[in-house]
T-cell receptor, first 117, second 113 residues
Framework: DAGVTQSPTHLIKTRGQQVTLRCSPK?????VSWYQQALGQGPQFIFQ???????QRGNFPDRFSGHQFPNYSSELNVNALLLGDSALYLC????????????????FGPGTRLTVL | GDSVTQMEGPVTLSEEAFLTINCTYT??????LFWYVQYPGEGLQLLLK?????DKGSNKGFEATYRKETTSFHLEKGSVQVSDSAVYFC????????????FGQGTTLQVKP
């Protein structure tokens, strides 16, 4: 059973460019969350997708957007890249919507390392 | 808002030494608490969890007890191994069920033979 997979593994972009990161959830999972982990810091929540809609969002600008497909896979898009966007981007999958009054364990992928020059 | 504070690292220990990594939190209500581990080049793995006060989470020799009176969830292991070298993150899932985990800044553990 494949776990959470992410692509690409590494990416180098220049300021002002746009980037798309991809995530395939663990089999049987229907909810995808994205986190940004800056060097030496803990992950910070970007947003969560369920039933192809953004359900929750953290404190990130509109330059960060996403999409979820009918097969539950997801994309994270970042426009007008800034140097400060350089980070490890983690995807996590789980089952069910967050508002179920119980924690559904989030399984993390290995991440995509984005470097903005 | 909710937050997690961990002791700063890196923590360097010799094999078989006792490990403590401190974690305190600020949250309204009754959050669930977690320890995640990140090995080099890998994603986060759930190490242990506790969902209510006085619960003790344990896994692979690691333990942590949910102390509401001190708002703490310290990670302990009696005898560390070289293979335990990794970054450890304390995290909480708030009772407001926003869907997000809130992480501490991480503590790097290096175990020397």
């Amino acid at each position: 059973d494949a776990g959470v997979t992410q692509s690409p593994t590494h990416l180098i972009k220049t300021r002002g460019q746009q980037v798309t990161l991809r995530c395939s959830p663990k089999s049987g999972h229907d909810t995808v969350s994205w986190y940004q982990q800056a060097l030496g810091q803990g992950p910070q929540f970007i947003f969560q997708y369920y039933e192809e809609e953004e359900r929750q969002r953290g404190n990130f600008p509109d330059r960060f957007s996403g999409h979820q497909f009918p097969n539950y896979s997801s994309e994270l898009n970042v426009n007008a890249l800034l140097l400060g966007d350089s980070a490890l981007y983690l995807c996590a999958s789980s089952t069910g919507l967050a508002a179920s009054f119980s924690y559904n364990e989030q399984f993390f992928g290995p991440g995509t390392r984005l470097t903005v020059l | 808002g909710d937050s997690v504070t961990q002791m700063e690292g890196p923590v360097t220990l010799s094999e078989e030494a006792f490990l403590t990594i401190n974690c305190t939190y600020t949250a309204t209500g009754y959050p669930s608490l977690f320890w995640y581990v990140q090995y080099p080049g890998e994603g986060l793995q759930l190490l242990l969890k506790a969902t209510k006060a006085d619960d003790k989470g344990s896994n692979k020799g690691f333990e942590a007890t949910y102390r509401k009176e001190t708002t703490s969830f310290h990670l302990e292991k009696g005898s560390v191994q070289v293979s335990d070298s990794a970054v450890y993150f304390c995290a909480l899932y708030g009772s407001s069920n926003t869907g997000k985990l809130i992480f501490g800044q991480g503590t790097t553990l290096q175990v020397k033979p």
